[in-house]
């Protein structure tokens, strides 16, 4: 019996050792969300060019990205351009500025153009929270009625907008007609 009760750690940390190493082959753009076929979360949050002003989930009408940046973050300017290409094109995309600086957001959007049709403030974090967001830039793909329909994480790039988000985004157009 003293002997079965030594190999009880052993069997705990293979198991262990198991299911971490199991995490280390999972793709971060594959992160699973709560929230496909949900609508929106509620919010009401301050516009990043009229902070007096509120937007709420009812100002986000779809099809369309709404797309979570930061001046903060490296990647997210990266696929900055990428964004102003798909805003040129006729994409609709909502910004979520998260866990920023108003005024520095602000003069990213002047200095490196502004794709979104309106940008909100998540200062504190609240909505990206509700949203599960891991950081940024994560994108969600919302249809006519609000409801997150695809979550990707990472920079939108020509291959994701081409193989992934694209054809999602015309069939939401197609959808809506």
Same mark, same amino acid.
């Given at each position: 019996?003293?002997?079965?009760?030594?190999? $009880?750690?052993?069997?705990?940390?293979?198991?262990?050792?198991?299911?971490?190493?199991?995490?280390?082959?999972?793709?971060?753009?594959?992160?699973?969300?709560?929230?496909?076929?949900?609508?929106?979360?509620?919010?009401?949050?301050?516009?990043?060019?009229?902070?007096?002003?509120?937007?709420?989930?009812?100002?986000?009408?779809?099809?369309?990205?709404?797309? $979570?940046?930061?001046?903060?973050?490296?990647?997210?300017?990266?696929?900055?351009?990428?964004?102003?290409?798909?805003?040129?094109?006729?994409?609709?995309?909502?910004?979520?500025?998260?866990?920023?600086?108003?005024?520095?957001?602000?003069?990213?959007?002047?200095?490196?153009?502004?794709?979104?049709?309106?940008?909100?403030?998540?200062?504190?974090?609240?909505?990206?929270?509700?949203?599960?967001?891991?950081?940024?830039?994560?994108?969600?793909?919302?249809?006519?009625?609000?409801?997150?329909?695809?979550?990707?994480?990472?920079?939108?790039?020509?291959?994701?907008?081409?193989?992934?988000?694209?054809?999602?985004?015309?069939?939401?157009?197609?959808?809506?007609?």
């Amino acid at each position: 019996m003293k002997r079965l009760i030594l190999l $009880v750690p052993l069997a705990l940390f293979l198991g262990m050792a198991a299911f971490l190493y199991k995490g280390l082959f999972l793709d971060p753009q594959e992160l699973p969300s709560a929230l496909i076929d949900k609508p929106l979360p509620s919010f009401s949050l301050p516009d990043l060019e009229a902070p007096q002003a509120l937007i709420t989930q009812a100002d986000f009408k779809g099809p369309a990205l709404i797309n $979570v940046w930061a001046t903060w973050c490296p990647t997210c300017k990266a696929e900055h351009q990428m964004l102003n290409s798909l805003a040129k094109a006729g994409v609709t995309i909502y910004g979520i500025n998260y866990k920023d600086d108003a005024e520095a957001a602000r003069q990213w959007l002047k200095d490196y153009l502004d794709p979104y049709q309106r940008t909100l403030i998540d200062a504190q974090g609240s909505l990206g929270l509700d949203l599960g967001v891991y950081g940024a830039p994560e994108t969600f793909l919302i249809d006519a009625q609000g409801i997150i329909r695809h979550k990707y994480v990472g920079a939108i790039d020509e291959r994701v907008w081409r193989q992934e988000l694209a054809p999602r985004y015309q069939a939401l157009l197609e959808e809506k007609q």
